[in-house]
């Protein structure tokens, strides 16, 4: 955070100062007064359970030396009209005073996180970084990061969500970014948009936003992420898988001779304009490879080497947390947690890293719904439950009502023998594997967010006695 007054942050805000305006905010912005901390500014945002005005108090007691708000408060304070508008403007000013500091936007519907993570964990090594923890990607979050950086941040590699057109767009305006990465277009959210092509127009307006001397970085396995090259004033460098593109034409950045090991994680030959390497990630699935040759794409564009890339892809471990962690019990039956999110692309690569998990025992999956998908959102789940019948699991758990088209999907392949049931909620789940598994099963647990199920993951994999 570069250290600003009350009375800069008014002017910047547009807000109404109350307090002292000599008074300096030195130290992190945030929106959970929980992590309020000394020399901070304490945002106040109207949420579903709680509404942050009620907590400015206890932010200030905890050493926040204000609170950004949208009504009054017994405390120092800015008044706005908009706390996301007011965040965005101070975000822009913090860039606009950083001209030093690279700015990479990462999106796409899955990895995201996973390749923002890994890009960190690289351009590390190079300078000062600020990325955010977990998912910060939307008009909160993203903000919320960029504040966090000062004179001496080098890079800046963020996530960029959008649940509807503009959204993007907007973040690039708060940090307009040099480089920027397209993932996949997929069905995050796509029940929101209306279809994939609207997904693909707004994962887009980063394309659109790069100048025309920084890099657009795109996934060639993925035919509407290619198609954005159309849209780019910006250089495009391509990453890619090389079986996938090789008879269409070679990403430029490709992961070669994929193979995974007994828990799932994946070896490749990393191949560069420079040369190739090999990697091993600690990550687990093969889904994990395009995200990880995405970073290495784009910390190549940073300025790192080829035999810095590979060593740091070697060494970056899961640092955001419930995405395939996948613990081995003492009694040998394996728990896959992937419940922070869920949508049928990462679904799939789930079931896929479940079948190559369970090659010598028995899979089963505990699956609760999948959200955001609008009208197929019950022809996704049908679809779901079939892929998982098709990857022959011993068992599938639909956890929920809403999840239970999965089986109906499941009973669609008639070859299939597992056994299929649907409970109310977690605890029910975990009561219906109980004295089942034995040595080399493997459980897989996932579901959108508002399920969660990581709870059912933990208690499965003895990391919790109960919840
Ligand atoms: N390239 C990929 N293809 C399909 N699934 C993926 C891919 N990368 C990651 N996943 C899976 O998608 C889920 C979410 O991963 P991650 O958190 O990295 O994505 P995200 O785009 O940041 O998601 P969110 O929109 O929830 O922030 C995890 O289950 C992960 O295993
Ligand atoms: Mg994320």
């Known amino acids: 955070m570069i250290p600003l007054t009350l009375a800069q942050i008014a002017e910047i805000t ?75 403007a101070l ?8 001209p030093a500091a690279a700015i990479a936007g990462i999106t796409g519907s899955s990895g995201k996180t996973t390749t923002k993570d890994l890009t960190a964990q690289l351009v590390e090594r190079l300078g000062p970084t600020i990325a955010p923890a977990g998912s910060f990607n939307n008009e909160f979050g993203h903000p919320l990061t960029v504040l966090r950086a000062d004179a001496a941040t080098r890079y800046l590699i963020l996530e960029l969500s959008a649940r509807g057109p503009g959204h993007i767009a907007h ?19 796509a029940g929101e948009f209306g279809g994939l092509d609207q997904v693909a127009r707004a994962k887009g307006e980063l394309v659109e936003a790069l100048p025309a001397d920084g890099v657009a ?8 992420v290619l198609a954005m090259a159309a849209r780019a004033a910006a250089r495009v460098v391509t990453f890619g898988l090389d079986d996938r593109t090789a008879q269409i034409r070679a990403a430029e950045i490709r992961a070669a001779g994929v193979r995974l090991d007994e828990l799932g994680r994946p070896s490749f030959t990393l191949l560069t304009p420079e040369g190739q390497a090999g990697v091993t990630l600690r990550l687990h699935g093969a889904h994990s490879v395009p995200d990880a040759v995405a970073a290495a794409a784009l910390a190549r ?127 029910a789940a975990l009561d219906a594997l109980a004295n089942q598994l034995k040595p080399g099963d ?19 994999a003895g990391e919790e006695a109960d919840r």
């Open 217 to 224: 970085i795109l996934n060639a396995d993925d035919p509407r």
């Open 14 to 88: 547009g807000g109404q100062l109350h307090g002292d305006p000599s008074a300096v905010v030195t130290g992190e912005v945030v929106i959970d007064s929980r992590r309020a901390g000394r020399g901070g500014l304490f945002a106040a945002v109207a949420g579903e359970r709680a509404d942050g005005h009620d907590f400015a108090s206890a932010a200030v007691a905890a050493g926040a030396v204000a609170v950004l708000a949208t009504r009054p408060v017994p405390v120092p304070s800015v008044l706005v009209t908009d706390v996301p508008a007011a965040l965005a």
């Open 171 to 189: 973040l690039c305006r708060v940090a307009p970014p040099r480089y920027g990465v397209v993932l996949n277009v997929g069905h995050a959210h």
């Open 91 to 98: 975000a822009r000013f913090v860039i606009d005073a950083l």
């Open 442 to 460: 493997v459980v897989l647990v996932k579901a959108s967010r508002a399920a969660h199920l990581e709870g059912v993951a933990a208690v499965l």
């Open 301 to 427: 564009e940073l300025g790192m080497g080829l035999a810095d890339i590979a060593d740091g892809l070697c060494a970056a471990v899961a640092r955001s947390r419930w995405r395939m962690e996948v613990r081995r019990r003492e009694d040998g039956v394996t728990v896959v947690n992937d419940a922070y999110n869920a949508n049928p692309e990462s679904v799939r690569a789930a079931l896929d890293a479940l079948r190559h998990l369970a090659q010598d025992g028995r899979g089963f999956a505990i699956l609760g719904h999948m959200a955001e998908l609008g009208d197929t959102s019950r022809a996704s789940h049908e679809d779901i439950g079939e892929f998982a019948a098709q990857s022959e699991l011993a068992g599938l758990i639909a956890v929920g009502e809403e999840a239970e088209p999965i089986l109906a999907g499941a009973r669609r392949v008639r070859s299939w023998t597992g056994e299929a049931l649907a409970v109310p909620d977690g605890t």
